[in-house]
């Protein structure tokens, strides 16, 4: 078997991406086992999540990482972080009462689920569900049953193998034939046979494809993205629907307040992100920036948030609720973070799920003065405590008009889509000065509305999947632009549309694994190339059934890494839109190739063809059809794989799934390359064909090669012709050129 240079350099450089790969994918998902602090025999030990079996007692406290599927038995104030599971990114809170109905996984509140995060509070429970027995293992198994469909691209390879061998062996079978009944050698017209059918069958094609998807995979590594199966990287060229999770995909999974109104009407929008003091907080209408007392109606609002508060931020991460820590970042960004230290607090009434509300009784350090109350919580419960209302730093009577006015704001933001927080203090609790509300949000990241319109105006749809309510799916959709077309179905209605019209949708709420594994299925049905982005153990399966599964790097689920075949290592949704161009260019590179590759074929078969139907000596000999296959093709064919992405490409639209490489346009420039190639050679030849001389054959073999060497050049491009071409060339290729006239 012969082999170039090019194929075994390419051969090398898969596995040494392949290990690369592998190494990378060992050290990221090397975990350290859960550890719990387990009740057994009547003793406390620390067991490993492994070890635990269904009766065990596990104690849970701040920052545990749930060992198991528990019933809770005993909690004081849980709340526990299920993002993983639901995709909402606020924590749960969780009781020990009795179910009076069983429900799904987010009306639970009696169980938490191995892999879940203990935010705030304690707990203790039994065991009830452990490894492939949890909610955890029931995502992984529904994993493990979906098999990887075939890309698009493995299926338009399949059937360009088989259209190439019946037509290559078909002519060949023929050529021999009409060689045989006109009386020629039949051990001559063998070895002609034998040429031919290398020299129709591009061997160097599973070589080029290879190497043309590693260097893809090399540029894409160096955008921050690691491929984990080759041929989804021209995959990615014919996506033509990406089905994202909301929470820590096109959301931070960090979250930020961003309205204030204060009871005396004041209103100030908050930027920034996430977990630190960076953004400023605007008073509207003027888009004044407020610090510190600037604005004293705004000033003690954020006190008071600062104040009734157990969270604490250290490096950019919250150690406590999200929701505490949105304030903290608040207090951070008005420079009022260490307010809190000038109290002492006396006392706590911790929040519960019948109250809806936090206080804490605080005295000042420096000043003997009497006790002052803070309160957060649902407005509809903290205004219960009011009787007055803050006006510039002056305690007015609240009236049954500024209440009105209070409630009307609450649930228009609320209705945007924020959770909203109520604050006031006082000297005691029924006698409360009303301070204003607070929006919070899980906001989108940064650059993701600005990549879904990238990718609605070059033909991909973009869908949210979503377990929030329908008020924080629209809120987030219509930031993020969704609403080009205005279509929202909760998961009830995808039992009840079909495919046709759950392609229409643009964002589904509600849902869990199974409404995601159902939408993708539907959506295939309807012809679609399917991208699932993803970072949850609840997006494991939708992940793992899509053509595309696309994990987060940084803040995915070791499960979600596990199922994906992509994973983002910035959590970069925007790099989505880079490998998808970088799919279409490879895809066309591919094209290029075949192109160069069945015009030489077509016109080596076309001229023994000709030569034998019309009774004429062999054009070609044997020794040199195969060293214009091997030597003189192979080497420029391979180049052309590795050609830089055409800046025209990239606008195109996605290719449909039933789109072949062989394509009309193609198969056109193809027969229309192998014409002129066959009338050049044939004009040659029939100049010198007084005799079958050596001299005869070598002038149509050089004849041949000229002609080969330009359609190289020519293929660089589908759209451009040779003088319309970039100037800067692939190197590679002009040094295979040069080399053949050589």
Known sequence: KLCTAKEVWGVLLVQTLLVRALAFFLLSFLLFPFVSCSL???????????????????????????????????????????????????????????????????????????????????????????????????????????????????????????????????????????????????????????????????????????????????????????????PIVETLGCCNVICSDKTGTLTANEM??????????????????????????????????????????????????????????????????????????????????????????????????????????????????????????????????????????????????????????????????????????????????????????????????????????????????????????????????FFSVVYIMSVRSVKCYNHLIINFVSIFFRTSPKHKLKIIKALQRAGAIVSMTGDGVNDAVALKSADIGIAMGRAGTDVSKEAANMILVDDDFSTVMNAIEEGKGIFYNIKNFVRFQLSTSISALSLITLSTVLNLPNPLNAMQILWINIIMDGPPAQSLGVEPVDKDTIKQPPRCITDTILSKSLILKIFMSAIIIISGTLFVFWKEVSGITPRTTTMTFTCFVFFDLFNALTCRSQVRSLCQQNTNINIQILVFCIGRVF
């Open 40 to 230: 057994r025999e009547g003793k406390l030990q620390h067991l490993l999540a492994r070890e635990l079996v269904p009766g065990d007692i596990i104690y849970l406290s701040v920052g545990d990482r749930v060992p198991a599927d528990l019933r809770l038995i005993e909690v004081t104030d849980l709340l526990v972080d299920e993002s993983s599971f639901t995709g909402e990114a606020e924590p749960c809170n969780k009781t020990d009462s009795v179910l009076l109905e069983a429900g799904d996984i987010t009306t639970l509140s009696n169980v938490v689920f191995m892999g879940t995060l203990v935010r705030y509070g304690k707990g203790k429970g039994a065991v009830i569900g452990t490894g492939e027995n949890s909610q955890f293992g029931e995502v992984f198994k529904m994993m493990q049953a979906e098999e990887t469909p075939k890309t698009p691209l493995q299926k338009s390879m399949d059937r360009l193998g088989k259209q190439l061998t019946l037509f290559s062996f078909g002519i060949i079978g023929l050529i021999m034939l009409i060689g045989w009944l006109q009386g020629k050698h039949l051990l001559s017209m063998f070895t002609i046979g034998v040429s031919l059918a290398v020299a129709a069958i591009p061997e160097g094609l599973p070589i080029v494809v290879t190497v043309t998807l590693v260097l893809g995979v090399l540029r894409m590594a160096k955008k921050r993205v690691i491929v984990k199966k080759l």
């Open 256 to 481: 930020t307040v961003t309205r204030l109104v204060t009871s005396d009407g004041f209103q100030a929008e908050v930027s920034g992100v996430g977990y630190n003091g960076e953004g400023n907080v605007y008073l509207l209408p003027s888009k004044e920036i407020l610090k510190e007392f600037s604005n004293v109606s705004v000033g003690k609002l954020v006190e008071a948030g600062c104040v009734v508060n157990n969270a604490i931020i250290r490096k950019n991460s919250v150690m406590g609720q999200p929701t505490e820590g949105a304030l903290i970042a608040l207090a951070m960004k008005m420079q009022l973070a260490d307010i809190k230290d000038i109290y002492v607090r006396k006392k706590e009434i911790p929040f519960s799920s019948e109250q809806k509300w936090m206080a804490v009784k605080c005295t000042l350090k420096t000043q003997d003065q009497e006790d002052i109350y803070f309160m957060k919580g649902a407005f509809e419960e903290v205004i219960q405590y009011c009787t007055l209302y803050n006006s510039g730093g002056i305690s007015l009577s609240l009236t049954p008009q500024q209440k009105a006015f209070y409630q009307q704001e609450e649930k228009r933001m609320g209705s945007s889509g924020l959770r909203v927080l109520a604050l006031a203090s006082g000297p005691e609790l029924g006698k409360l000065t009303f301070l204003g509300l607070v929006g919070i949000i899980d906001p989108p990241r940064a650059g993701v509305r600005e990549a879904v319109q990238v990718l609605f105006e070059s033909g991909v749809s973009v869908k949210m999947i979503t377990g929030d309510a329908l008020e924080t799916a629209v809120a987030i959709g219509s930031k993020l632009n």
